[in-house]
């Protein structure tokens, strides 16, 4: 396989990771900008609920957050959030098939109202933005994790 060949595989491959990431989000995908040391980011209010006609579908109204964001190849990460009316934290997975970037996902709470879970981002990974998808049993949810590999030196 030629490099230019290889290089377009792999963008298809992003391309296709990232529409799955949006229609399993019902189309709504949140973008977290992260704060420098001389900027500190502002803390970020609640925000009200939207009206019924305005919410994701049924079967995608999972809330996730993972924290930080972004990460660091080999850091480790809290993922929080609700399920949106399912029944309760049942998976968490970070990646695509064959490109996964969670390990050691551990689920600390699983409560539907404000579930826990920690894991590993993967070494083999470099700089981009990968879907972390959680599972509640009943709803779905969606987030995007920035990856950034320190700078050398």
């Known amino acids: 396989m030629?490099?230019?060949?290889?290089?377009?595989?792999?963008?298809?491959?992003v391309a296709g990771a990232a529409l799955a990431a949006a229609v399993i989000a019902g189309g709504t995908i949140g973008v977290a900008a992260a704060a420098t040391g001389d900027?500190?980011?502002?803390?970020?209010?609640?925000?009200?609920?939207?009206?019924?006609?305005?919410?994701?579908?049924?079967?995608?109204?999972a809330?996730?957050?993972v924290d930080p964001n972004p990460a660091t190849p080999g850091g480790?990460?809290?993922?929080?959030?609700n399920c949106g009316g399912g029944k309760g934290l049942k998976k968490v997975i970070g990646?695509?098939?064959g490109?996964?970037?969670?390990?050691?996902?551990?689920?600390?709470?699983?409560?539907?109202e404000a579930f826990k879970a920690t894991a590993k981002?993967?070494?083999?990974?470099?700089?981009?933005?990968?879907p972390v998808m959680v599972d509640c049993d009943g709803e779905a949810g969606v987030t995007l994790l920035v990856t950034h590999t320190p700078a050398g030196g």
Do not use: M
Not at 2 to 13: D, E, I, M, P, T
């Open 95 to 97: 990646g695509y098939p």
């Open 121 to 130: 981002l993967t070494t083999k990974i470099g700089d981009g933005v990968g």
């Open 39 to 61: 900027h500190p980011a502002a803390p970020v209010a609640a925000a009200a609920q939207p009206p019924a006609s305005e919410q994701p579908p049924e079967g995608a109204r």
């Open 76 to 81: 480790e990460v809290t993922i929080t959030g």
């Open 2 to 13: 030629s490099v230019k060949s290889s290089v377009l595989r792999h963008g298809r491959l």
């Open 99 to 112: 490109h996964q970037i969670l390990k050691d996902v551990k689920i600390v709470d699983a409560n539907p």
């Open 63 to 65: 809330v996730v957050k």
